[in-house]
């Protein structure tokens, strides 16, 4: 029998959308919560994202299935109070509620925190949302794409001189999912002291800046306004940037002297130690130019690969650009286990897991991304329906 994990016993009725909330609720059942996925009876919009054809008739869009496998999936008509009703009773037993509507709309429906907590005084409420439950924006739309915009991520990704670039993936729903989960267990901990539940008001904007912790002390204890530097590392080391070889990309991560001097060995080109240009990391930063060119000289005799085994080897850290398949498929990952297969009614699905590991008790997932409305019956039952009420429940179309 597995260990228990850290929140078996937790249940979690989880009304968020998209990717930010979801992916929050996703990290919770990963560590052994009970989430039922609370949505529309036509489902949610990213069910159905259109990269693939064959999985979005099913309803079962992958970047969907990567942030709601382990659920169980409940459908509700929110506008009939039938619905509402079912919402009031399943949170007497709940101990979270997650959700990530504008500000408001969960009260207008009559189960917003004030509501809830006065079925049930232990109830911890989420709400997600784009700015927070108060401020001048807080009724604004929260996107991705708007919080990396504002948040001043892409006005310092991409080469300069090239215009603002969005990151490579949602970073700012995933950052603020990471932070949701977060603040949801410190509130189920801090619970076990004071047994009292409470609102968690996470916001987007807030929860990136929050990342950016970083770029802010630049700016507020040193006036540093970040640019774009391009693929440069924060640490503005000449060494820690992206290199040509002589087939395809490598990056090098020289940021300590100790890794200058063996990159420089590995490299055959000891005499650049001794090169005045480069006495230290001010001058190696204003000759970046020429010290680039002696690197990317070495590195054209082999492919990116080959330099990666024999400067790895050296002790110097690098890495070949790889994508997201070439990167899953590495043996370290394999090695690690990040990736669970699941079984779906279409055949096993691999997908990937927690970031780190418990000793006991760790992340796993229990079961396949659900089908729409698939647990509702179950989960009505569960909750004291009998099977005359949730036929009526139907025929009103409330389920």
């Known amino acids: 029998m597995p260990d228990a994990r850290p929140f078996e016993g937790v249940r979690i009725l989880d009304f968020t959308q998209v990717l930010a909330g979801p992916f929050a609720s996703f990290q919770l059942a990963l560590l052994g919560a009970e989430v039922v996925k609370v949505e529309r009876r036509e489902g949610e919009e990213m069910r159905r994202f259109p990269l693939s054809p064959e999985w979005t008739a099913r309803g079962m869009a992958p ?84 919080i990396q915009a504002m948040s001043g991520i892409m006005a310092m990704t991409g080469e300069p001189g090239a215009g603002p670039m969005r990151a490579g993936f949602a970073v700012c729903d995933l950052l603020t999912g990471m932070t949701a989960a977060y603040a949801v267990a410190g509130a189920l901990f801090q619970r076990t002291h004071t047994g009292r539940g409470q609102f968690v008001d996470v916001s987007m904007l807030d929860s990136t800046l929050s990342f950016l912790g970083g770029a802010v002390a630049e700016w507020t204890a040193a006036g540093h306004v970040q640019a774009q530097w391009g693929n ?52 190696r930063y204003e000759n970046r130019e020429a010290l680039r060119a002696i690197i990317e000289e070495a590195l054209a005799d082999a492919d990116a690969a080959t330099w990666e085994r024999r400067l790895t080897g050296a002790g110097v850290p690098c890495a070949c650009v790889r994508r997201v398949d070439e990167a899953i498929a590495h043996r370290q990952v394999e090695a690690r286990g990040l990736l669970q297969e699941v079984e779906t009614a279409w055949g096993p699905l691999r997908l990937a897991t927690s970031g780190f590991r418990l000793a006991h008790g760790g992340a796993r997932l229990d079961r396949p991304p659900p089908a729409l409305g698939e647990h509702t019956e179950e989960i009505l039952a569960e909750a004291g329906y009998t099977a005359e009420e949730i036929a009526r429940l139907r025929a009103e179309a409330a389920i």
Request: with cysteine; proline share 4%; aromatic share 8%.
């Open 63 to 146: 970047m969907w299935m990567a942030a709601n496998a382990g659920k169980r999936s409940l459908t509700l008509d929110l506008r009939r109070p039938q619905a509402v009703e079912v919402v009031r009773r399943l949170a007497a037993g709940a101990d979270v509620v997650m959700e990530n509507f504008r500000p408001g709309v969960m009260d207008r429906l009559g189960i917003g925190h004030a509501a809830l907590s006065e079925i049930n005084p232990r109830l911890i409420y989420c709400a997600i949302s784009g700015f927070g439950q108060d401020g001048p924006d807080r009724l604004e739309a929260g996107y991705d794409g708007r």
């Open 232 to 283: 440069q590392a924060v640490s503005r080391c000449a060494t820690a940037n992206l290199f040509r070889a002589g087939e395809g990309h490598l990056l090098l991560a020289v940021n300590a002297e100790k890794h200058y001097r063996l990159l420089f060995q590995a490299l055959g080109r000891e005499e650049v130690l001794a090169d005045p240009r480069f006495a230290d990391w001010t001058l």
